[in-house]
């Protein structure tokens, strides 16, 4: 396969920069769309782990969780063993705050219990978690874009208008403080690194979706619009976690609520993991699945490789069952990239935009589909 200098520089950018530290899905959103119940089993892609345990709290049969960067693994291999060794407060601090106070001695307690290859990453990274650092979710690839965004903000001197923008109870007077606060944002040298493909790898946007998405700050500005005007971001836990909103608390269905701790801890033995491509699980395993969280996946293949994408889907038929669920979200206007014979087994229904305009806190796709097999 013959790849272009922006696709190397990409696979360079994932490869570096470590981990993602936190899902950029809305799970409550897959949660409700998917309608897990005990006798669910769900394979998913890892991401940063947070969306398979808030999976956990449906209380499925299974969840089996595969990542081609064990990193990621890693990540999910910490949460878990914090989750089964520790108690809410540890967990909370680590994977909320991403820092603590005694981040050495708990780490210490469980990372025996850690497999080798997460023991390997955490053993020369569990700085990450350091009461004085800049937290879990500041490193890495998002964690990069994110200190840039909030430099940005603060060299523009916006920090005061966004704290009003995410508290302003009023639509009407969101929109004149959005209206106001984007005309700083998108000028001067910062409108041209807000499309430059490096600065978008580091977000974790392959070329595939920035040449799919086009102009970039119309895209970026609908999205912004949604969560801090047409919802409200004062309790948003994906941008107000990296802009660093004040007060900001888990809700009732997060799996970082204290209430939802016991359940995290009672059901954490049915998720497993692997470092593997789910093309690969797939074709070594004989385990049949109800549900299929791809994420964005397809969306790297779409230009790169039409061959494995055919083959994930001839696949996924196989290991599905009547009636299995399939959700993914993609950077294109529409999905005339799944190959014909999918079509013929599953039924696709792109999920109303209303719906998601209320609902998905985080709106960085053009779409979000739901698949259900004949």
């Not at 119940?37 to 709290?57: E, K, Q, R």
């Not at 299974?62 to 060794?85: F, G, P, T």
Request: charged share 20%; with cysteine.
């Amino acid at each position: 396969m013959n790849l272009s200098f922006s696709h190397l520089w990409f696979r360079f950018i994932h490869q570096s920069f470590l981990i993602y530290a936190m899902c950029w899905e809305d799970e409550q959103v897959d949660r409700s769309l998917l309608g897990f119940d005990t006798s669910s089993n769900i394979l998913m892609i890892t991401s940063a782990g947070c969306n398979a345990l808030s999976y956990l709290l449906d209380e499925p049969n299974l969840i089996h969780s595969v990542d081609i960067n064990y990193r990621q693994n890693a990540l999910l291999d910490l949460k878990l063993k914090m989750i089964k060794y520790t108690d809410q407060s540890s967990f909370y601090n680590f994977f909320w705050y991403g820092k603590s106070k005694n981040y050495l001695e708990i780490y210490d307690s469980i990372k025996s219990t850690l497999a080798p290859e997460s023991r390997y990453f955490w053993n020369t990274h569990i700085h990450y978690f350091k009461a004085n650092g800049k937290g879990l979710i500041f490193y890495g690839g998002s964690g990069v874009f994110a200190r840039f965004l909030n430099l940005v903000i603060k060299r523009k001197r916006l920090r005061t208008s966004i704290l009003e923008l995410a508290t302003e109870t009023d639509l009407t007077n969101r929109e004149i403080q959005f209206k106001q606060i984007e005309k700083k944002l998108w000028s001067g040298l910062e409108k041209k690194l807000w499309s430059s493909s490096v600065f978008l790898s580091l977000a974790g946007i392959p070329i595939e979706q920035q040449k799919a998405i086009g102009d970039i700050h119309l895209f970026c500005r609908k999205s912004l619009k949604q969560i801090f005007v047409d919802q409200g971001a004062v309790n948003n836990p994906y941008w107000g976690r990296y802009l660093c909103l004040p007060a900001l608390t888990p809700d009732d269905n997060s799996v970082y609520h204290p209430s939802n701790f016991l359940t995290l801890k009672r059901n954490v033995d049915k998720i497993t993991f692997q470092t593997i491509s789910i093309i690969h699980h797939l074709e070594n395993t004989f385990q049949n699945y109800t549900h299929f969280v791809l994420l964005d996946h397809m969306d790297w293949l779409v230009n790169n490789n039409k061959h494995q994408l055919n083959r994930l889907w001839e696949l996924i038929i196989d290991r599905s069952e009547s009636n299995s669920k399939i959700l993914f979200r993609t950077a294109f206007s529409d999905i005339n990239f799944i190959p014909l014979v999918a079509h013929h087994f599953f039924n696709f229904k792109k999920i109303d935009n209303d719906l998601l305009l209320k609902h998905d806190r985080v709106g960085t796709y053009t779409g979000t589909y739901i698949g259900i097999k004949k």
